[in-house]
C-alpha cells in the first residue's frame, strides 16, 4: 500500500507533552490521532484533505468528530458537497441530522466566500467545502476566518487541485488501491511527512 504498512514518523511528532487537549478535537481513530501534530483536528483552524476518489472515503476520517460535534450542540455546515459526503453524514446514526446544515452557493469563487462568512460567524463547529477550484490568495483568509470565529474548517480536494498551501493547520493526502488506504501528513509543498494504513 504505496509502501506503508504500519505508522512512520519522518518528524518529531512523538513529544505530546505540549499538546493541549483544550485547543484540539480528538478524531476518534487512533492510528489519526498518532499522524497528527496534537494528536486531533485543531477546534480552530484550517484542514485540508486530497483525496483520490470516492474510495478513499476521506469523509470517513471526520464522522467520529462529526458525532462528537452535534452532540454537544455545535453545527456542522457542508458547503457544495458531493453526493456521496452527503449519503454519509445525512445516514450515520451517530451523527444528529438536526445539528446538520447543507448550503449550496454557486460553484467556484462564490464557494469561498460562503465558506469564509461561516467561518466568521463562529456559529458552528465545524464547515466542511468542497470549493471546487482554486484558494489561491484565499487560504490565509479562510485561516484568519477559523480562528477568529474558533471554527474547524476542512476542505477537501482531488490531487488534480493539489498544489504548494501555507494557510492550512494541516495537509491530509489519503490514497486507495488494491491494498488498501493510506493516510499521509503532508507540508505545505505537499510532500510526504509522515503516513499510516488505514483500515
Not at 1 to 18: I, P
Not at 51 to 75: C, I, K, N, Q, W
Amino acid at each position: 500500500m504505496h509502501g506503508v504498512g504500519k505508522l512512520h514518523h519522518l518528524n518529531a511528532w512523538e513529544n505530546r507533552s505540549t499538546r493541549c487537549a483544550s485547543r484540539m478535537l480528538p478524531t476518534g481513530i487512533s492510528e489519526l490521532d498518532d499522524l497528527l501534530p496534537d494528536g486531533g483536528w485543531p477546534r480552530a483552524g484550517v484542514v485540508e484533505v486530497t483525496e483520490s476518489g470516492d474510495r478513499a472515503d476521506a469523509m470517513g476520517l471526520f464522522m467520529p468528530a462529526l458525532a462528537r460535534v452535534t452532540r454537544h450542540g455545535r453545527g456542522v455546515v457542508l458547503v457544495a458537497p458531493p453526493y456521496a459526503a452527503r449519503k454519509r453524514i445525512f445516514t450515520d446514526a451517530a451523527v444528529k441530522p438536526v445539528g446538520v446544515l447543507q448550503v449550496n452557493p454557486h460553484p467556484g469563487r462564490s464557494a469561498l466566500w460562503t465558506v469564509e462568512s461561516l467561518l466568521q460567524s463562529g456559529d458552528h463547529g465545524v464547515v466542511m467545502a468542497w470549493p471546487g477550484c482554486d484558494t489561491e490568495l484565499m487560504d490565509k483568509r479562510l485561516q484568519k476566518a477559523a480562528l477568529q470565529g474558533r471554527v474547524l474548517c476542512v476542505l477537501f480536494r482531488p490531487p488534480c487541485q493539489a498544489r504548494a498551501v501555507y494557510g492550512c493547520n494541516v495537509r491530509l493526502g489519503v490514497d486507495y488501491d488494491e491494498a488498501g488506504r493510506a493516510l499521509y501528513l503532508l507540508n505545505g509543498r505537499g510532500d510526504r511527512l509522515a503516513g499510516a494504513a488505514w483500515d
